[in-house]
């Protein structure tokens, strides 16, 4: 018998609600993985350590890890009108030329974004970058600790309530110059389980989003649980964002949109060239 699959994904509801059926035993077939909940700065680096056998993480990462990793064709996070956001405070102007500027972490797609978005709309250059834990960023902006700060997942809903205004979003910036959607979150399977492995892991991870779509109050209970202090209106909010036809299969546009974002970013010398096929399941 093969041993359980050890799977790290974020606390955030979009991933609770599509691994719970899944990480809780209710896919026929499929045993329940060993779940770790990290945030996904931290799953970038266990992919770049080869800890665990299936993760999400960013698509940012993936040239770091595709030798040891293969990037499954559904569950994760793809999609339009969902990208970061860059926000400020009211009185700050602009131009974010020579400010510091909050980020989550320097090997997300976020921060890719926002590096292909800078480098026309800051032609003076930023100033510094810090990296912060997600959900002190706003707070940093808010009380003037950073000038600016990037944003991911439920900000989008959340931040007036910091009293900060959205200078720019990412996720549009990308749309209006390359027409697809924007690629966030992947979900990666260690390339040593073998083809049978990884093809029975693809339909276990299917079959938890599509179960997750027929009956979404079973886990509510989960999502809540892990969403923390999010106000549920919010969580589901979250949901109907970032858990799309993309999730259940990337397509032809969604691997495009994953070509498009790492060819250009290599294009810019922000992350390494990617191999031809690399991306092939």
């Not at 030329?97 to 972490?105: H, I, L, N, R």
């Not at 991870?205 to 923390?228: F, T």
Request: charged share 25%.
């Amino acid at each position: 018998m093969a041993e359980r699959l050890s799977i790290a994904y974020s606390p955030c509801p979009n991933d609770t609600f599509v691994f719970h059926a899944w990480s809780h035993g209710l896919v026929p077939g499929a045993d329940a993985p060993e779940v770790t909940f990290a945030d996904i700065d931290v799953t970038n680096g266990l992919a770049e350590r080869g800890e665990l056998d299936v993760l999400k993480v960013s698509y940012a990462a993936l040239p770091w890890v595709l030798d040891e990793y293969t990037l499954l064709p559904c569950g994760g996070a793809l999609g339009r009108g969902c990208g970061p956001l860059v926000l400020t405070r009211p009185d700050s102007g602009d131009d974010l030329s020579g400010k510091t500027v909050a980020v989550p972490s320097e090997r997300s797609t976020a921060y890719l974004l926002f590096r292909l978005w800078a480098a026309k709309a800051v032609p003076g250059g930023l100033g510094r970058v810090v990296v912060l834990p997600f959900h002190e960023i706003m707070p940093a902006v808010r009380d003037g600790r950073v000038d600016a700060g990037l944003v991911i997942h439920e900000a989008r809903f959340t931040y007036r309530n910091y009293g900060l205004r959205s200078l720019a979003d990412m996720g549009e910036a990308w749309e209006r110059e390359t027409g697809l959607p924007i690629p966030l979150g992947a979900i990666i399977a260690r390339r040593s389980l073998g083809a049978e492995r990884l093809r029975a892991l693809t339909e276990a991870v299917r079959a938890s989003v599509r179960q997750a779509w027929d009956d979404p109050e079973a886990s509510r209970g989960y999502v809540l649980e892990h969403a923390q202090e999010m106000d549920p209106d919010v969580a589901d909010q979250h949901i109907a964002l970032y858990v799309n036809e993309f999730t259940a299969d990337l397509g032809e546009e969604g691997y495009a949109a994953v070509r498009a974002l790492l060819t250009r970013a290599a294009a810019e010398g922000l992350v390494p060239p990617l191999d031809p096929g690399a991306l092939d399941f």
